[in-house]
């Protein structure tokens, strides 16, 4: 339903920051929440943040006062600005999207990945 570009990973320092960028499209349907999930190697995928439409915000506990979620509705994009970057961070990056149709039904859609890696 919705096409979701993810952008921004890449190699940094422990205690650098990175911005990843999530830009959505091709949605006929409202996205009423967006989210970043992550998953290390050999782990479960596991959520990282998340944002509604209307600016309620959730936050893993091992991300909260690091990582912040926002989101431009009008561009469709929800970035996260993750600042003091540990090495246990280290993840494949993935955006997720919600939409709502007329009739009720809940697609959910995700973003091809984007790799984050720090370095101690």
């Known amino acids: 339903q919705v096409q979701l570009a993810e952008s921004g990973g890449g190699l940094v320092l422990a205690g650098g920051s990175l911005r990843l960028s999530c830009a959505a499209s091709?949605?006929?349907?409202?996205?009423?929440?967006m989210a970043w999930y992550r998953q290390a190697l050999g782990k479960q995928r596991e959520l990282v943040a998340a944002?509604?439409?209307?600016?309620?915000?959730n936050y893993a506990d091992s991300v909260k006062a690091r990582f912040t979620i926002s989101r431009d509705n009008a561009k469709n994009t929800v970035y996260l600005q993750m600042n003091n970057l540990k090495p246990e961070d280290t993840a494949v990056y993935y955006c997720?999207?919600?939409?709502?149709?007329?009739?009720?039904?809940?697609?959910?859609?995700w973003g091809q990945g984007t790799q984050v890696t720090v370095s101690s």
């Open positions: 091709g949605s006929r349907f409202s996205i009423n929440y």
């Open positions: 944002i509604t439409s209307g600016g309620n915000t």
């Open positions: 997720n999207a919600h939409t709502l149709s007329a009739t009720g039904t809940l697609y959910s859609d």
